[in-house]
């Protein structure tokens, strides 16, 4: 079955240092595969997706950035981190045969 | 664009009582899915119920069940039987049909709390 693993679960971090949040897929070849934020209680908004290597969209203006640089790795990256990037990170995945999206357990990111 | 719409922030039940969940989408496409999600505790994302906008037969999952109304534009998420492992946070998602398969637009998400 298709199976994404991310890390950290948390993660506390200062303002102005960098970030990188990694998120590979098991079970599965070619996906599409998106990050999505969450801030707190609300719903989750699409930052990016990639539906090949090298091949990143970008859905919101922001101070981060995503890489693919394998069919199955999929970063999140931040060169200065801002208090507003605080929030919940979600790694998906999807387009290998169901339509539905599949998640990985999430990032729970904390700017200080 | 489309757009999800959830109205109620937080809704509570009595076990085993049932309540529905309301949400309304936006789009001016014609084939499309649409999904309930549940986000317990845990943050985990589990998907719930499913429904393809061409199906006119609402989808049912054990004692889930959704209301599907196409031309309204409505798709709201009944739970029977509530139980207290249903208390989560309940997000309704939008996904166009194409080459983006997994790309969702999230309602604002609905907390259900089930009370003993």
């Known amino acids: 079955s298709q199976t994404i693993h991310q890390w950290p679960a948390t993660l506390v971090q200062p303002v102005g240092s960098p970030l990188s949040l990694e998120c590979t897929v098991e079970?599965?070849?070619?996906?599409?595969l998106y990050w999505y934020r969450q801030a707190a209680g609300r719903g989750l908004q699409l930052l990016f997706y990639?539906?090949?290597?090298?091949?990143i969209s970008s859905e919101v203006p922001q101070n981060l950035s995503a890489s693919r640089p394998q069919d199955r790795q999929f970063i999140l990256s931040s060169k200065k981190l801002l208090l507003s990037d605080s929030g919940f990170y979600l790694c998906?995945?999807?387009?290998?045969?169901?339509?539905?999206?599949?998640f990985g357990q999430g990032t729970r990111l904390t700017v200080v | 664009a489309q757009t999800v719409t959830q109205s109620q922030p937080e809704m509570s039940v009595q076990e085993a009582e049932t309540v529905t969940l309301s949400c309304t989408y936006d789009?001016?496409?014609?084939?499309?899915?649409l999904f309930w999600y549940k986000q317990p505790p845990s943050r985990q994302m589990i998907l719930v119920i499913r429904?393809?906008?061409?199906?006119?037969q609402n989808a049912t999952e054990n004692r889930f069940s959704v209301n599907f109304q196409k031309a309204a534009k409505s798709f709201s998420l009944k739970i029977s039987d509530s139980q207290l492992g249903d208390t989560a946070m309940y997000f309704c998602?939008?996904?166009?049909?194409?080459?983006?398969?997994?790309?969702?637009?999230f309602g604002q998400g609905t907390t259900l709390q089930v009370k003993p």
């Open positions: 998906a995945g999807g387009g290998t045969g169901n339509p539905e999206a599949f």
């Open positions: 079970g599965t070849s070619n996906p599409n």
């Open positions: 990639s539906v090949g290597i090298g091949q």
């Open positions: 789009t001016s496409e014609n084939n499309y899915y």
């Open positions: 429904q393809e906008a061409y199906k006119q």
């Open positions: 998602a939008f996904m166009k049909l194409g080459s983006n398969t997994g790309k969702l637009i």
